[in-house]
DNA sequence: ATTCCATAATACCTTAAAGGTATCAATAAT
DNA sequence: ATTATTGATACCTTTAAGGTATTATGGAAT
């Protein structure tokens, strides 16, 4: 038997017409009645009750049918899987990640990437946790490293860190952790409509700190935030987790042990997808990512 | 693409080797690659990553093993499905009844059946319920149409009848339904082995009339017992149902309508069949079964 | 490093079977 | 009774599956 015969069956089943049927399957009609009995010899089992005039199923030709179809059906499902999972290891993966990003934790996983998937090119994004969302959202990025909270129901997201806030100052400056020296200084941030919810954390950290800040310069990234507070344009409050990646950088990081706002960094990507190359992503990154946390601690 | 190439494929993916997979194959090795070629071709999708000296999966070629074996696995189904189909609409139909059966009932359904399955051959026996019960978890019958209870987890029973009991006497003969009465006849029954719950339901039946019956002469089926009613031999107790099977022969029916002892007709049969002509079957006689129940309201 | 073996790929031929054409036979409608 | 329709049959053509011989190449042994 080969699945040609089960389209036969299923185009004759459906026209109940075997001239008619041919006609569909582009051949003639001679070949396609030697199939069905070919068919119905090899199950051992008539499949249709034909005179010259009437083509009717018979009971057996019934079930056939319905199991045919669920069958063909199967097999474009597994085609079109497989393709997915062929896209996903040899195509495009692109991956999004906010500024603060550990830059060697994810070069440590693009290693490991070319190594399990060869043909697979990477393609790497730095963008606001919005623009992310929007890029998943529309399929534009296979995966992203943002910041909580997304609110997306099509996201699939898992808890990477939470990120507490620390105060940076160039050396050298003497600085003080009160309401009345802080609310003095000129603040150094993120644009407020490039990432509000960040930007909303902050505010809250400020707040129980007694103060408000004065941002007097805005960056669209972390690493421009931190050469304007080095070259002493003013002071930043910034997640703590930045203080490993610029260990050149003339700063000098304080935590707030006492204030309990952090900000979370989640991985971010579509649900529902069937994706080697992102289940690989995820895991690598977690234990990197994880192994730089122990080495922090 | 046709079935060729998925087995084509299952056999080269479990053995990961051209050459021995075309030996279990029974063809030589260059067909071999070539259908698989072909296969990748028609996917787009490259299911082996090969050298001269080595076979492996890719991803996609992991996954599409998986949905080759189900799909596989879903066609054999499908054709053991069709050929027991084909069994049930074309093959024999073995059909036990015990010996009080409507006969006219029966024949009704095999009319019916014959015209809906004009290939099924239909086969009949009378036999005791505890015989039928084997054979029907034997598979030996089909179906059964016997009295309750029915003691087994391989049958599925349903109900057609409840049936009274009644006295038959030969025309002419004077009775009273009293104890004293009826403690001095002489019976006619069943022997005891030969049904034992229905005899416990006929005990039941008299010890609430009073009297236990003195069983002189024993048969094994319904038409017997009335005969030998008819010549005088002796009385009987039967169930009512019978009274318009034998219209032709001297009897007089007297139902004891304040005894509520009744024995139950079911129809059983095995469990988890799909056979369609028993289906038919259970239609058609619960239908011609109930136009007689009315006929005789 | 060289040789040898194992094994998949390639080229080309053979054969089986799928598909086509012409025709027949049977049935239902007129 | 006649005709049109339609599945079956017979026979031919073409496609593609399968086979044989050979090559190329990667890994193992020397």
Request: hydrophobic share 40%.
């Given at each position: 038997?080969?699945?040609?015969?089960?389209?036969?069956?299923?185009?004759?089943?459906?026209?109940?017409?075997?001239?008619?049927?041919?006609?569909?399957?582009h051949?003639?009609?001679?070949?396609?009645?030697?199939?069905?009995?070919?068919?119905?010899?090899?199950?051992?089992?008539?499949?249709?009750r034909r005179?010259?005039?009437?083509?009717?199923?018979?009971?057996?030709g019934?079930?056939?049918?319905?199991?045919?179809?669920?069958?063909?059906?199967?097999l474009?499902?597994?085609?079109?899987?497989?393709?997915?999972?062929?896209?996903?290891?040899?195509?495009?993966?692109?991956?999004?990640?906010?500024?603060?990003?550990?830059?060697?934790a994810?070069?440590?996983?693009?290693?490991?990437?070319?190594?399990?998937?060869?043909?697979?090119?990477?393609?790497?994004?730095?963008?606001?946790?919005?623009?992310?969302?929007?890029?998943?959202?529309?399929?534009?990025?296979?995966?992203?490293?943002?910041?909580?909270?997304?609110?997306?129901?099509?996201?699939?997201?898992?808890?990477?860190?939470?990120?507490?806030?620390?105060?940076?100052?160039?050396?050298?400056?003497?600085?003080?952790?009160?309401?009345?020296?802080?609310?003095?200084?000129?603040?150094?941030?993120?644009?407020?409509?490039?990432?509000?919810?960040?930007?909303?954390?902050?505010?809250?950290?400020?707040?129980?700190?007694?103060?408000?800040?004065?941002?007097?310069?805005?960056?669209?990234?972390?690493?421009?935030?931190?050469?304007?507070?080095?070259?002493?344009?003013?002071?930043?409050?910034?997640?703590?987790?930045?203080?490993?990646?610029?260990?050149?950088?003339?700063?000098?990081?304080?935590?707030?042990?006492?204030?309990?706002?952090?900000?979370?960094?989640?991985?971010?990507h579509?649900?529902?997808?069937?994706?080697?190359?992102?289940?690989?992503?995820?895991?690598?990154?977690n234990?990197?990512?994880?192994?730089?946390?122990?080495?922090?601690?």
């Open positions: 038997m080969e699945l040609r015969h089960l389209l036969y069956f299923k185009a004759v089943a459906e026209l109940l017409h075997f001239s008619k049927a041919a006609v569909q399957l051949i003639s009609q001679p070949p396609l009645t030697r199939q069905i009995k070919e068919l119905e010899k090899e199950l051992g089992v008539l499949l249709f005179n010259n005039k009437r083509v009717e199923l018979t009971e057996a019934t079930y056939f049918l319905k199991e045919c179809d669920t069958l063909i059906r199967q474009e499902r597994s085609k079109q899987l497989v393709k997915q999972i062929h896209e996903s290891t040899s195509g495009e993966f692109k991956i999004g990640y906010i500024s603060s990003t550990p830059k060697t994810l070069a440590n996983v693009l290693k490991a990437l070319r190594q399990r998937y060869p043909l697979l090119k990477t393609r790497l994004y730095e963008a606001s946790t919005s623009k992310q969302i929007k890029a998943l959202e529309e399929g534009k990025l296979d995966v992203g490293i943002i910041r909580a909270p997304i609110h997306s129901v099509q996201l699939h997201i898992e808890s990477l860190d939470l990120d507490k806030f620390a105060l940076v100052c160039p050396v050298n400056m003497p600085y003080e952790l009160n309401a009345a020296w802080l609310k003095e200084q000129t603040f150094i941030s993120y644009n407020s409509n490039y990432a509000p919810d960040y930007h909303n954390k902050l505010l809250d950290c400020c707040n129980r700190l007694g103060f408000y800040p004065e941002i007097m310069h805005e960056c669209n990234n972390m690493h421009s935030i931190l050469c304007m507070v080095e070259n002493e344009l003013g002071i930043a409050l910034v997640p703590v987790s930045v203080k490993d990646q610029y260990p050149y950088l003339k700063l000098v990081f304080t935590e707030f042990s006492n204030i309990h706002v952090s900000t979370e960094i989640v991985l971010a579509h649900q529902h997808t069937i994706h080697p190359a992102l289940n690989y992503f995820k895991q690598m990154y234990s990197f990512y994880n192994k730089n946390i122990d080495r922090l601690v």
